[in-house]
């Protein structure tokens, strides 16, 4: 079945800690998008990336960092320096075309403990 | 600075009730609009996807209508079912906008009651 695969699905984060979430994608799209949603809050971007080897910082970026060494893979790391990590991660891909649909995976929820 | 709004944050109908759901936009510079809806803890699902040359969009019970000099976008859901139960959310990509990145509504919470 063709779509978006996010793992693991529930992680837990020590104070300090760096945490890596994967996501992967296998509709061929050349864009990928992580966002963050907080109750109350709605989703906001954390890092895009258009096409491999290449990305840019969303609204929120700080505390982040991604890379896209391939196209079906797009991996997020919530470093030590993100204060307030708890919250509930996205990721989507879409195509390069202006009319392309956006297609989300299931989501991680991290929890600092 | 494209806006995207969705009142009312949260709708209780009975079965059966047609569901109206509103979202606007304050920039009409838009390459298309997205609905999708989430489930508790779960990711978000495509809906419906109108092109900005586009009035309207149908799938089965769902009809989405775009109006962009108004700004509004209307998603009509047919015989409602408690198994729609969710949050909507509506999307645009701005022409503006770098990446095709979506800017997001925060969401209708819908409640239907059997």
């Known amino acids: 079945d063709g779509g978006i695969t996010q793992s693991p699905k529930y992680l837990f984060r020590k104070e300090g800690q760096n945490v890596t979430l994967s996501c992967e994608q296998n509709?061929?799209?050349?864009?990928m998008y992580w966002y963050r949603q907080d109750p109350g809050q709605g989703l906001r971007l954390i890092y895009y990336s258009q096409i491999v080897n290449d990305f840019q910082k969303g609204d929120i970026a700080e505390g982040y960092s991604v890379s896209r060494e391939k196209k079906e893979s797009f991996p997020l790391t919530v470093t030590s320096a993100q204060k307030n990590p708890t919250a509930f991660y996205l990721c989507?891909?879409?195509?390069?075309?202006?009319?392309?649909?956006?297609?989300f995976g299931q989501g991680t929820r991290l929890t600092v403990v | 600075k494209q806006e995207v709004t969705q009142i009312p944050a949260a709708l209780s109908v009975p079965e059966g009730e047609n569901l109206v759901l509103n979202c606007s936009f304050t920039d009409s510079a838009i390459y298309n609009l997205q609905w999708f809806r989430q489930d508790p803890g779960k990711g978000l699902t495509s809906l419906l996807l109108?092109?900005?040359?586009?009035r309207e969009q149908t799938s089965g019970r769902l009809n989405a209508s775009l109006d962009k000099s108004s700004g509004r976008s209307t998603l009509y859901i047919a015989a409602s079912q408690p198994g729609d139960s969710a949050t909507y959310l509506c999307a645009v990509i701005p022409i503006k906008a770098a990446g095709n990145k979506l800017t997001f509504g925060g969401g209708t919470r819908v409640l239907v009651k059997p």
């Open positions: 989507a891909s879409g195509g390069q075309g202006m009319n392309t649909e956006a297609f």
């Open positions: 509709l061929n799209h050349d864009a």
């Open positions: 109108i092109q900005s040359s586009q």
